[in-house]
């Protein structure tokens, strides 16, 4: 094993657009560095936005947001969105986009799936505000579904993106069932 420095090597993580309400009108940005706070009811989700970003501005202001899963098919307009600002372009027509239960939360009708959050926690970290959101609802479309309702991955074709490459990756096919593989450990 060769040391190659205090690199944070939690890569692949997954590409989400978050949405938001910022200076009247619907603004989307790239967000991939995002975690998951706990699993059970509510359900919480967690990513930071640098403080430079015209989106933290949105949340901050309405205490809403979406985080949209787009497919490996929206690559384009997710990097757009990642690397031009609401600040100076009006990004709300990129997606065609509809409204849930939270008015400002605007979801992105082409993503497979796509999430209504309210803002739950703000943590002011140093260039980044990291925001805590609650799942208030959601969406999926029909054909990502599996048999028992749920988003299946190989259907979703999420956009997974690295680093250190400064690449966007496919999903690879699945290789065993959690809670389950280790049993094989249990056994012997
Ligand atoms: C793939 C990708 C992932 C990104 N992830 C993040 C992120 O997790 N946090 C962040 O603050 N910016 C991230 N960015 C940068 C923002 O999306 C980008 O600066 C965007 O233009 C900000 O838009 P806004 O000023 O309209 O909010 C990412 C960009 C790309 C291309």
Redesign the pocket.
């Known amino acids: 094993m060769k040391d190659i420095g205090p690199v944070n090597a939690l890569y692949p993580s997954l590409?989400t657009i978050v949405g938001c309400v910022a200076d009247g009108r619907a603004?989307f940005?790239?967000?991939?560095?995002v975690g998951i706070m706990n699993h059970g009811q509510p359900q919480y989700l967690t990513?930071?936005?640098?403080k430079a970003?015209?989106?933290?501005r949105g949340i901050l202001e309405h205490g809403e947001f979406s985080v949209n899963i787009p497919d490996q098919d929206l690559m384009v307009e997710?990097?757009y969105?990642?690397?031009?600002?609401?600040?100076n372009t009006d990004?709300s027509g990129v997606f065609e986009h509809f409204t849930g239960e939270l008015a400002h939360a605007p979801l992105i009708r082409a993503c497979p799936v796509a999430m209504e959050c309210r803002l739950y926690k703000t943590l002011d970290f140093e260039t980044?505000d990291v925001f805590v959101g609650e799942v208030v609802k959601t969406w999926a479309r029909e054909d990502v579904l599996t048999d028992k309702g749920k988003p299946d991955p190989a259907r979703v074709r999420p956009l997974l993106?690295d680093m250190a490459t400064l690449g966007y990756y496919a999903l690879g096919a699945k290789v065993g069932d959690c809670w389950n593989a280790g049993k094989a450990l249990k056994r012997r």
């Open positions: 590409t603004n940005l790239a967000v991939a560095h990513f930071g936005i640098n970003h015209h989106s933290g997710t990097d969105v990642g690397i031009v600002t609401g600040k990004k980044h993106f």
